[in-house]
């Protein structure tokens, strides 16, 4: 069975920091895999999303990477704002299942 | 014009009552998928939803049933409400199941169901 790990949980940085989240699965076997952001109350917006032959997609401040092999995903935000403070989620495809992780809950500091 | 649009937004009920949450989405899309967020915010799929084809979790009890009436629309009707039934429930869709960049999951708002 799939399962999807985040870390940090939480993770507090200063306005302009650049910053990494992680996202590790356990099943190599996946379709894609999408980083998700969640504002509190609202629903998921779709940031990137990475077919499993691809190895990275950039979106403006935005890049993730894609080790299927090693069952990790990286999302980079440069120069970070208090307007990206979210839940950050990822999420892999396996046949016609989603997985998601638990998410890090990012706050930007002005 | 919202994209993918869930009624209502809030619901509380009562234990052992019948209930239906209802999602329509306007992207032409023909995928669609029930998901259910958990206190601690876990994210879980519940079904997903493709040209007729209804693709069951497993683990989801049969007193959850979804119904489509046509694409656009995807409705989850809960019989016997449970305590255990309180959570955010999320619908979704995309423009296919195909595992493309088709694959892109535009979310509703959620419906917050609350069990008394």
């Not at chain 1, 080790?67 to 995903?73: F, I, L, M, N, T």
């Not at chain 2, 493709?50 to 809960?78: C, G, Q, Y």
């Not at chain 2, 016997?80 to 039934?85: P, Q, R």
Request: glycine share 6%; charged share 20%.
């Amino acid at each position: 069975k799939q399962e999807v790990t985040q870390i940090p949980a939480a993770l507090s940085v200063p306005e302009g920091e650049n910053l990494v989240l992680n996202c590790s699965f356990t099943d190599s076997a996946i379709y894609n895999l999408q980083w998700f952001r969640q504002d509190p109350g609202k629903g998921l917006t779709s940031l990137l999303l990475i077919q499993s032959s691809q190895r990275e997609q950039t979106s403006g401040r935005l890049n993730a990477s894609l080790d299927k092999s090693s069952g990790r995903s990286t999302l980079y935000i440069a120069a970070s704002q208090p307007g990206d403070s979210a839940t950050y989620l990822c999420a892999v495809k396996v046949v016609a299942q989603f997985y998601f992780g638990t998410g890090t809950s990012l706050t930007v500091i002005p | 014009d919202t994209a993918v649009s869930q009624t209502p937004k809030y619901l509380v009920t009562q234990m052992g009552n019948d209930k239906s949450i209802k999602c329509e989405q306007n992207l032409g899309h023909d995928t669609m998928y029930w998901y259910k967020q958990d206190s601690k915010k876990f994210l879980k799929i519940m079904f997903s939803y493709n040209n007729k084809e209804l693709i069951i979790n497993e683990t989801v009890p049969n007193r959850f049933s979804p119904k489509s009436p046509d694409k656009a629309h995807l409705n989850l009707h809960i019989n016997s409400l449970e305590l255990g039934d309180s959570a955010v429930y999320f619908c979704a869709s995309s423009q296919d199941a195909a595992g493309g960049s088709t694959d892109t999951q535009y979310f509703g708002p959620g419906t917050r169901l609350t069990v008394l």
